[in-house]
Each structure stands twice: as structure tokens, then as C-alpha cells.
């Protein structure tokens, strides 16, 4: 399925229009287990189990998320698009670029009184509407020193043009951001670590993508993708790398692990 890319995105510059490429299908690894002792729901029907680890501890005035779109068809290069961040401006909605359907966000003052929020996205990205905190969408979800863990049912990310039994594969892709700056601010500084090298520009388009028709644990430990100290700032198109100099507490936005866990 072709996502033609959103308005905004196609007004960035160079950097931010390099191709969105899906880079790689993940093969399960490992016995399928709940990550961070998420322990199964009521709801019925494919759950999927979501744990991202920073470096340091997570920061509630931080941005943290979990992005996931939707896909019929079964593997990379057949034209998908998938969830990408936002490094620098025009920012368009301050976080993420690309194409997704459905985000968790972790950051302080969620519509639902807690740091979790489980949002849908309109198709040019812009315009987010909060589906909630609780059951049937984040069951048991946490906050550890540098951990949290989600669990959402399969059925939460179904669109109307792609039913629950119509979904084969999740693109996936993990942010965490200081700020999510308005379209018009320029000067604060934005610094962002994602899935794989964020120093690299050319992986700045990259996720994962996750089968959905059978169970399995797909994470950070067996496939490595995401390295740990590529906090960056991107400036006229060039990264460097954000040290406690810039940002004291920098460890609190370095991802160093991720997993997501279908159980079919």
C-alpha cells in the first residue's frame, strides 16, 4: 500500500524527504514472553506488548513514543511508509513525519490524569484525538527508573481501510524528544534519539517492522539496532551529538532498548 507522503513533509528540506524506506523485516527471536511483567488482559483477540529503556531515568516533561502504522501486505519493498521523527523544522505536528495511524505518548498531563496516552492521528498528521489511558487500550501500563511497558490489544490499531484480520505487519518505530516545538519555533533547541544511529542521517527514515500473524518477541537485544549515546541535534541539515554539556540529564532521552511482543 503506497502512503503518499503529508503536506508539511514535503516542504522540508533535503534531510527531511530522504525516501521512506521500511528497512527491515524482523524475524522472531527468542520464547514469547511479556516484557517488563505485563501479564495478559481480558480482552480478546492478538495483544501487542510494548517496552522501551533510556539510559537514564525517564523524564515525565520529556516526549517519549511508541508509533506504530498499519500494513496489509508482508514485507519491505512493496512501497510502504512508515513512522519516521521529526528532526528539524518546518515541524509540522513536532514529533513524527512519515506515515502512522496510532502513537503512545509518555509525558506528563495525559487527557486521562496519568503520564500514558494512546492517541490516533488524522492522515496528514496534524490533528491527534485521544482514545485513552485504561482498558481495553493500555492495559497494566507503568513507569519504571527507565522503563515503561504497554499492552494493547491488535484490534486498537485497526483503520477503516484495514480491519483487524486484514493487519499482517506493524511498522514500528520509537521517539524520544525534549520539546515538540509549534511549527513556528525555530530557536529551541530540539534533541532526538529514534530506532538506529540517530547520528546517521540516512537512518533517520528507518523502523522495524513487526509480523502480526504469529506469535513472537522481537527486541533491541537480538537484532541491535539501536545503539546506545546518538542523542542529536540536527542544525542546517547536519547532526551532532547532544553531550551533558548541552542537556544534563541526555541519558533520559537516549533509547538503548525496545521490544514489542505479539501474542496471537
Known amino acids: ?17 530522504l525516501p521512506l524506506l521500511a528497512s527491515l523485516l524482523l524475524l522472531p527471536a527468542g520464547c514469547a514472553k511479556s516484557p517488563g511483567g505485563v501479564t495478559s488482559n481480558s480482552s480478546s483477540g492478538p495483544q501487542v506488548f510494548v ?51 496510532n502513537y503512545i505518548e509518555y509525558h506528563n498531563g495525559q487527557p486521562g490524569g496519568t503520564n500514558f496516552g494512546f492517541w490516533t492521528i488524522s492522515s496528514d498528521l496534524l490533528t ?3 482514545l485513552g489511558s485504561s482498558s481495553p487500550y493500555l492495559v497494566q501500563a507503568r513507569a519504571g527508573s527507565n522503563t515503561f511497558t504497554v499492552q494493547i490489544p491488535l484490534a486498537a490499531l485497526a483503520t477503516a481501510n484495514t480491519p483487524t484480520a486484514a ?12 520539546i515538540v516545538p509549534p511549527p513556528g519555533d525555530t530557536l529551541t533547541p530540539k534533541y532526538v534519539d529514534s530506532l538506529y544511529p540517530t547520528t546517521d542521517p540516512s537512518s533517520l527514515n528507518r523502523f522495524v517492522i513487526i509480523p502480526t500473524t504469529q506469535s513472537g518477541i522481537y527486541q533491541n537485544s537480538d537484532q541491535g539496532l539501536e545503539p546506545g549515546g546518538d542523542v542529536s541535534q ?18 533520559s532521552l537516549d533509547i538503548t532498548d525496545w521490544s514489542v511482543r505479539i501474542s496471537s
Do not use: C, H, W
Open 234 to 251: 540536527y542544525v542546517n541539515g547536519f547532526p551532532t551529538t547532544v553531550t551533558p554539556s548541552q542537556l544534563p540529564d541526555v541519558g
Open 128 to 130: 491527534p484525538s485521544y
Open 167 to 178: 493487519i499482517q505487519n506493524i511498522e514500528v518505530n520509537f521517539i524520544a524528544t525534549n
Open 51 to 101: 517496552t522501551m529503556t533510556v539510559a537514564g531515568n525517564l523524564n515525565p516533561n520529556y516526549y517519549y513514543y511508541v508509533l506504530f502504522n498499519v500494513n496489509e501486505a508482508k514485507g519491505p519493498g512493496t512501497g510502504l511508509s512508515g513512522p519516521v521523527p521529526v528532526v528539524a523544522a518546518p515541524y509540522g505536528n513536532g514529533f513524527a513525519a512519515g506515515a502512522f495511524t
Open 1 to 17: 500500500m503506497q502512503v503518499s507522503l503529508p503536506r508539511f513533509l514535503r516542504r522540508l528540506p533535503l534531510l527531511g524527504r
